[in-house]
């Protein structure tokens, strides 16, 4: 069965610009989430969506921002770039949410300069 | 405040020993607890997840310890390979119904041959 995809791998943005991400999720699940991970702040929760509905959100300014459509892949926005966008930013997918394991895609690397 | 702590420091052990990696949380009440491993570049992989009311989980040569009222994880690889070599995470889940993994900092762990 196929894993998460998340494209692109690598991405370079200016200052001030937007970017949009995309995540498919491994056939047949519904919840998808995101995280992005610096090397000073370590993995940390963005969003997850099940069913196309957001249900939860992390603590996170609201120039991110994310959707996920009915074949449930999810893209998330990440609007007036800042350096500090800098990351890797990682989509997981489960069956059913919590209590369940995450499968992880490889990641998109952002580099704002 | 909420907090997640992991070995700061890198691990390095010999080839065969156990390696041991500790996990101790604060101001939270997970229901599930789960490891992940990552290699540089790449995405989180799951290996393991254990409930709130059990105490130990076992896969082939990996076993993780949950004491709650400690606030405290173990996770140990038994005869270690250079191929184990790679950062490990601890993951919390909280009772929330929707899956939010809340992670530690990561222990870089290092196998010699």
């Known amino acids: 069965k196929a894993g998460v995809t998340q494209t692109p791998r690598y991405l370079i943005k200016t200052r001030g610009q937007q970017v949009t991400l995309s995540c498919s999720p491994i056939?047949?699940?519904?919840?998808v989430s995101w995280y992005q991970q610096t090397p000073g702040q370590g993995l940390q929760f963005l969003f997850e969506?099940?069913?196309?509905?957001?249900?939860n959100k992390g603590n996170f300014p609201g120039r991110f921002s994310g959707r996920q459509f009915s074949n449930s892949r999810s893209e998330m926005n990440v609007s007036t770039l800042e350096l500090g966008d800098s990351a890797l930013y990682l989509c997981?997918?489960?069956?059913?949410?919590?209590?369940?394991?995450?499968?992880f895609g490889q990641g998109t690397r952002l580099t704002v300069v | 405040s909420q907090k997640i702590e992991q070995n700061s420091e890198a691990l390095n052990i010999q080839e065969g020993k156990t390696a041991t990696l500790t996990c101790n949380y604060t101001?939270?009440?997970?229901?599930?607890l789960q490891w992940y491993r990552q290699d540089p570049g790449r995405g989180p992989v799951f290996l393991l997840l254990?409930?709130?009311?059990?105490k130990e989980k076992r896969k082939e040569r990996l076993k993780v310890t949950f004491d709650t009222t400690l606030k405290q994880s173990l996770f140990h690889i038994t005869a270690s390979q250079p191929a184990d070599s790679a950062t490990y995470l601890c993951?919390?889940?909280?009772?929330?119904?929707?899956?939010?993994?809340?992670f530690g900092t990561g222990t870089r762990l290092l196998v010699s041959p």
């Open positions: 997981a997918s489960s069956g059913q949410g919590a209590g369940t394991e995450a499968f």
């Open positions: 056939s047949g699940h519904r919840s």
């Open positions: 969506y099940f069913s196309e509905t957001q249900r």
């Open positions: 101001n939270y009440s997970p229901a599930y």
């Open positions: 254990i409930r709130e009311n059990e």
């Open positions: 993951a919390l889940d909280e009772r929330t119904g929707f899956q939010k993994l809340v």
